[in-house]
């Protein structure tokens, strides 16, 4: 199955999954089940983004976007991590004011035990078909991380219902959704500032331009160079673009092999596979660097 098959079997699972939790959410009177249930609902909107994001990216540029929809992926991966840390921090809120305020609810532990067990089969084969698919696109690792996720959540939820079942322990259903909430927390927070880099336009993690500069400036014809930028397009692509000061005025002809030069430097040393440079000489301006 390609990408978008497995997206589809993955949000038909969770859509049921989530339903089925809801409604025995309600009737157990258990918020480590409804939370589960919020959980598995953010995944269904999490997944349906991660969906279309990847039918955006096919897209190819046209006049209006020239670079197309290549960093929807990365856009669908920001949303996905900022919205389970948003889950994450309601549940743990709502958890802590049952927590103090002693609940008395009556809690169905049958219907936690059962729903729970459905929802690791669920999650678990959700986690599978996902699994290799993971290694090159923050899109469907950040989808990946939302089940992984359910799957550990539906796991403690089936142990607070045993806990509460045959140890009568009914404070397990908010110390576990608290738990949880702060790894869903922790296991986000990363993905959340590698999406956030990308889309910022920072430099890319182990691009270190005053050592590019250093490389590209041992090139006997240049002089300088200075108003550089390095930024990823998306996960994959690296840009770079610079003004590269000559020693010698030189014909425009005659540059080629100066650019041949760096970019060879550029692609073997550091990985960059757009390059974007502006030869001059002699010009009256200032030669910062980062500008």
Same mark, same amino acid.
Request: net charge negative; charged share 15%; hydrophobic share 50%.
């Given at each position: ?95 802590? $004011? ?77 110390? &576990? ?54 930024? $990823?397009?998306?996960? +994959? ?18 540059? +080629? ?8 430097? &550029? $692609? ?9 440079? $502006?030869?001059? +000489? ?10």
């Amino acid at each position: 199955m390609n990408r978008e098959s497995r997206l589809r079997w993955v949000i038909g699972l969770n859509i049921v999954i989530t339903i089925s939790q809801i409604i025995g959410g309600i009737f157990a009177n258990s918020l480590a089940l409804i939370s589960d249930a919020m959980h598995n609902f953010s995944d269904v909107a999490a997944l349906i983004i991660s969906l279309v994001a990847i039918i955006l990216a096919k897209r190819k540029a046209t006049y209006s976007k020239s670079f197309g929809y290549k960093r929807a992926e990365v856009l669908a991966a920001f949303v996905n991590s900022a919205v389970i840390i948003a889950v994450a921090v309601y549940i743990i809120i709502e958890s802590s $004011q049952r927590l103090t305020e002693n609940s008395s609810l009556q809690i169905n532990t049958d219907i936690i035990i059962w729903l729970a067990f459905v929802a690791i089969i669920g999650n678990g084969l959700s986690v599978v078909i996902l699994a290799s698919q993971i290694k090159d696109s923050m899109n469907m690792k950040s989808a990946f991380m939302h089940l992984l996720s359910d799957t550990l959540f539906s796991v403690a939820v089936l142990g607070g219902g045993l806990a509460m079942k045959y140890y009568s322990i009914t404070w397990v259903d908010g110390i &576990l959704s608290i738990i949880i909430g702060l790894y869903l927390i922790f296991s986000s927070w990363k993905l959340l500032m590698d999406s956030m880099h990308v889309l910022l336009q920072f430099v890319p993690k182990g691009i270190n331009i005053p050592k590019i500069v250093d490389e590209v400036e041992k090139i006997s014809e240049i002089k300088n160079i200075h108003h550089v930028h390095v930024w $990823q397009l998306d996960e +994959h692509t690296i840009h770079f673009e610079a003004h590269v000061d000559l020693k010698d005025d030189l014909q425009v002809s005659n540059t +080629h092999e100066i650019q041949q030069k760096i970019e060879i430097l &550029l $692609q073997s040393h550091f990985s960059i596979g757009h390059i974007t440079l $502006q030869f001059e +000489h002699g010009l009256d301006e200032p030669k910062t660097l980062i500008q």
